[in-house]
């Protein structure tokens, strides 16, 4: 079959779809391809939703991956506001959810992304309890924070994750008073550790934001629809016009696993198992982005990536896959932050536990530094702070998987890149 009778459906329109069905026009792809979003929105960008965009420093048009006229000039049928209900494997069709119309596919992708994670609390059902996930989300959420810094309005924040934070500072700027509860010790402790989780709750607090660390949320108060508290499981209740859940997210696997597909143990972070070229247990299915579970071959462990980088180059990896154009899927993945006048950028992967020393490049207390999370001499994981060009090195010392002295590595004035094997 040559491929202009082919049909390439795309399930999810955030920016793995759309840079997959990119790709397989600019990879000469001559079929049929299908780009399914259960949003309205044209496909965009998350990051802007916690940064620019929510800042106001953005236009609204600036977060989409493509203009609107683009999907038609490349033949690309995007179906907008749309979910699809059904896989059928057998019959290699999908169905849409609001008809049930059936839609042929010869390889399909799933780019289903994540879903935010609920407060399972009194008071969620309150009009001052917010997410922040989608466009539209950003949208109310901006417009939240401006009124608390007019009104010198509070926000509580559940979650000292990325969003979390960013939301912290955003609402900061804003003028709005911040309280953020973390069950853990310090802010982002899951992804930095102690080590480096006290660098930003520090910032945050030279800001003007409040922590309450090793409590969780147990019940939103309002009145009349309205949020008026926010009581936390030590006894605490923390004045509130807002709540922000926060608290990570979830893969969209329920159409995945509908389809019988095999799925990735939670200790992975769940998500649709796939192997290096992103192919699921259908060997005519695949998944990127945030949904997927892929067997790193750096890490040598499966890992499920929830960063604006891995959707970047995910969907056209998988596009090429799909293609027939297989190659080894192993980014080192990465992510970056802005915070106030700190920026950030992050390359590996080193949860607590797999590390025995954190190295520390330059002035922490300054917060111009890049801090390395080495075992055994090896480079797993390094994060720049207000330091900038030096992703490319760092992930060469990942990749190198080689010892190296600490010492040196320590030392900023020895050369990064003369430590690269």
Known sequence: MVDADQTFVIVGGGLAGAKAAETLRAEGFTGRVILICDERDHPYERPPL???YLLGKKERDSVFVHEPAWYARHDIELHLGQTVDDIDRTAKTVRFGDDGTLVHYDKLLVATGAEPRRLDIPGTDLAGVHHLRRLSHAERL??????LG????HIVIAGAGWIGLEVAAAAREYGAEVTVVEPESTPLHSVLGPELGNVFAELHRDHGVRFHFGARLTE???QDGMVLAARTDDGEEHPAHDVLAAIGAAPRTALAE???LTLADRAYGGGIEVDEHLRTSDPDIYAAGDVAAVHHALFDTRLR?????NALNGGPAAARAMLGRESTYDRVPYFFSDQYDMGMEYSGWAPPGSYDQVVIRGDAGKREFIAFWVKEGRVLA???VNVWDVTETVQQLIRSRSQVDTEALADPHVPLDTLVP
Do not use: C, T
């Not at 007019?150 to 309005?153: A, K, P, Q």
């Open 142 to 147: 901006k417009g939240v924070l401006a009124a």
């Open 258 to 260: 509908a389809a019988g």
């Open 50 to 52: 916690s940064k620019g």
């Open 150 to 153: 007019r009104d010198n309005g």
């Open 305 to 309: 990536v929830e960063h604006w980088a």
């Open 220 to 222: 939103i108060v309002g």
């Open 382 to 384: 390094g994060m720049n």
